[in-house]
T-cell receptor, first 112, second 113 residues
Framework: DGGITQSPKYLFRKEGQNVTLSCEQN?????MYWYRQDPGQGLRLIYY???????QKGDIAEGYSVSREKKESFPLTVTSAQKNPTAFYLC???????????FGPGTRLTVL | DAKTTQPPSMDCAEGRAANLPCNHS???????VYWYRQIHSQGPQYIIH???NNETNEMASLIITEDRKSSTLILPHATLRDTAVYYC??????????????FGTGTRLKVLA
């Protein structure tokens, strides 16, 4: 099955700890994206990448970091510098022609 | 960046057409309008997109006004499974030449039996 996988579905961490969210796609898409969603809100762009070893900051990149060492993978690290990390995190990918984005199932992060 | 405005919620009777409006009055000439929907705690699902012309696919129709300042998503025969939050999104070009989606807060559509 082609698609995007995110793991784990639920994640709990203590305040002050860094945590890495996984995102893998087997759609052979060049572009990948990370979004954050807070309750009752739309999605906000954290980071995006068009190509391996390159990525750009989105609208709310502070307190987050990413890497793109492989085309299939785009992990997101939520650092201790992120003031309000509890949220629903969504990963997406698209072809380089930037038509529809395909979204993963999301990871719900709760910081205690 | 263009932004979208949608009503926060709508109800629709099962089997009837659901018409979801969206205002995007600051949209630029080369910015596309996309529609996605999100069922609770899942990833958004693509529905349809367009630039100037009306579009139709197996899920929905998209009507864009001639001045492109607003659009309407039409679900022709709504079912209970269409209950979701519907996002009208503008795809804008960044300064680096890539594209990003600008999400609004969406419309929560409830289809009633």
């Amino acid at each position: 099955d082609g698609g995007i996988t995110q793991s784990p579905k639920y994640l709990f961490r203590k305040e002050g700890q860094n945590v890495t969210l996984s995102c893998e796609q087997n759609l052979n898409h060049d572009a990948m994206y990370w979004y954050r969603q807070d309750p009752g809100q739309g999605l906000r762009l954290i980071y995006y990448s068009q190509i391996v070893n390159d990525f750009q900051k989105g609208d709310i990149a502070e307190g987050y970091s990413v890497s793109r060492e492989k085309k299939e993978s785009f992990p997101l690290t939520v650092t201790s510098a992120q003031k309000n990390p509890t949220a629903f995190y969504l990963c997406a990918s698209s072809t380089i022609s930037y038509n529809e984005q395909f979204f993963g199932p999301g990871t719900r992060l709760t910081v205690l | 960046d263009a932004k979208t405005t949608q009503p926060p919620s709508m109800d629709c009777a099962e089997g009837r057409a659901a018409n979801l409006p969206c205002n995007h009055s600051t949209i630029s000439g080369n910015e596309y309008v996309y529609w996605y929907r999100q069922i609770h705690s899942q990833g958004p699902q693509y529905i349809i997109h367009g630039l100037k012309n009306n579009e139709t696919n197996e899920m929905a129709s998209l009507i864009i006004t001639e001045d492109r300042k607003s659009s309407t998503l039409i679900l022709p025969h709504a079912t209970l499974r269409d209950t979701a939050v519907y996002y009208c999104i503008v795809r804008a070009q960044t300064s680096s030449g890539t594209y990003k989606y600008i999400f609004g807060t969406g419309t929560r559509l409830k289809v009633l039996a």
